[in-house]
């Protein structure tokens, strides 16, 4: 008896909880249809440049699954431009193998199937020169993943600490306090930003350089683009996590904005190939911040791009904060009209 009353509390409860009840059932589905579209997309295809190919070995390479491409003129840069995935140059003594590499196991498949493929031609495989226009031969997947990894604890911590304790502050009526005051919507938002925003900035640094100089993960280029970046992604997820938090009633309904939000962005963050999605996931993906993010970090830490290289990519995730701390100013409305 009292064990159904308790029951009949909870459903009632979560009846009249309309909001939690459809990120219950929506965000699950929103997370497993994505992943279906996502697993069901093409294997990424291989490209292989090849100049001064003789005939025989022309027709080797076109009976594989390789898109291949033959140009007498190719150059490193041009296989950098276009990321192809490999381009082979043959002389009269030796065979040269150039591998783009932001694929790892892309280019050690390429690499197994070209060495059987010469075996039986007249010119050994002992001949055939290996390099790398990214990484080396000893590049593991993590080396791509873990710039990415970095960028997303980023966001996700910031995102989940910022949203939880402000939304305290709504609860506790300490916001509503604040808002019987003079002070302007515009003032609440900077404070509150900049206040957090230390805080998000001292975690920023502290995952940085750990995840860098204590775990070695891989960085060619300036460190302090790598900290630029992820200050960036700090300053997305704590507008982000703030204007959200205005949204929920409780922390459970804040922990669920985290498949809503946070998961889909892993799918466009890079850990995934695009390139091969179907045209409709990849533009979903470039509404996503990590999306901006994931393809800053990779470009710096593991292909050592430089400032005007991921100017875009900043100034994509510059707008996204405004437009979400515009959102926070114009959200505060419901509270106060000044």
Known sequence: MRIGAIITRITQQMKR?????????LAPLLVL????????????????VVSNGSAPLMEKLESTDFTIIE???????????????GWLAIDQQTIKLTLLNDDPSQAKLLTMQ???????????????????????????????FSPMLIGFFVFFFVFLITGIALLKERTSGTLERLLA????????????MIGYGLFALLQTIIIVLFGIYVLDIVHIGSIWLVLLINMMVALVSLSLGALLSSFAASEFQMMQFIPLVIVPQVFFSGLFPLD????????LGHIMPLYYAADALNGVMYKGYSF??????????????????VLNIISLKKYRSL
Not at 71 to 85: G, M, R, S, V
Request: proline share 3%; net charge negative; aromatic share 12%.
């Open 114 to 144: 070209l060495a059987q493929i010469l075996q039986p031609t007249q010119v050994s495989t002992g001949n055939l020169e290996t390099d790398y226009i990214y990484g080396d031969r000893d590049t593991v997947i993590f080396d791509i």
């Open 308 to 325: 005007n290289e991921i100017l875009l990519n900043l100034i994509v995730l510059a707008c996204f904060a405004i437009v979400f701390i």
């Open 181 to 192: 005051t003079p002070i302007k919507r515009s003032e609440i938002v900077a404070g509150y």
């Open 17 to 25: 909880d309309k909001r939690t009840l459809a990120l219950l059932f």
């Open 276 to 283: 091969n999605m179907a045209e409709w996931l990849q533009n």
């Open 33 to 48: 249809s994505l992943m279906y579209f996502i697993f069901n997309s093409n294997e990424p295809a291989i490209t292989l």
């Open 71 to 85: 140009d007498q003129d190719f150059t490193k840069k041009q296989l950098a431009e276009k990321e192809y995935t």
